[in-house]
């Protein structure tokens, strides 16, 4: 909720109408004009995203999509898939994204820490998206799921080693 960033992604539930963990936290940092937009969006399916403004938070826009409850990847990568198209065709380049369905809905953390990461990589490579993406943040909130993608994040996301300097070649004479 304190990120200067185009869009954050919310884990919400069906009705958007807020909740507890994230999703509570992202209401009561935008203020209530959140929540009267949200009502106006009729609900959201498992899976998909709707976007609203981002009222008082830093961020200009929020990504609201529904996890799934329990296990189910298929349902999770759409989540983050569709939060990606929706920041992309709202020409949004800075986003920070959060572990959808870890917290209430059960899933797995060291699962949907794979899910997340292989999605978004993924998503980044098919048809040059990351030519328009500027920044994508992995937001994490407590100890063991910032311990988690330290872990992940490296697999789907190698660090570049930096070149070595190169001498300028010596003139020939």
């Known amino acids: ?17 807020g909740g507890g ?5 992202i209401h009561r940092a935008a203020g209530s004009e959140l929540l009267g937009e949200c009502r106006t969006l009729e609900g959201c399916e498992t899976g998909n995203t709707k976007i609203t403004k981002g009222y008082n938070l830093p961020s200009k ?8 409850v329990g296990e189910n990847p298929i349902k ?7 939060t990606l198209d929706l920041a992309l065709q709202n020409n949004l380049k800075t986003i920070a994204l959060c572990g959808v369905s870890t ?12 899910v997340a990461c ?11 998206h990351w030519e328009k993406i500027e920044k994508i943040i ?8 910032t311990e988690q993608y330290e872990k992940v994040l490296p697999v789907y996301f190698p660090k570049i080693e930096e ?5 300028e070649p010596s003139k020939v004479e």
Do not use: M
């Open 1 to 17: 909720t304190c990120l200067e960033v185009d869009a954050i992604q919310n884990a919400a539930n069906k009705t958007l109408l």
């Open 21 to 25: 963990g994230i999703d509570g936290a």
């Open 61 to 68: 826009h929020v990504l609201h999509t529904v996890g799934p």
């Open 76 to 82: 999770l990568q759409s989540c983050y898939r569709t």
């Open 103 to 114: 917290g209430i809905y059960g899933y797995p953390l060291e699962k949907a820490s794979e």
């Open 118 to 128: 292989q999605t978004v990589r993924e998503w980044l490579e098919e048809d040059e």
């Open 138 to 145: 992995f937001v994490t909130f407590l100890p063991a799921e």
């Open 163 to 167: 070149l070595p300097e190169v001498e």
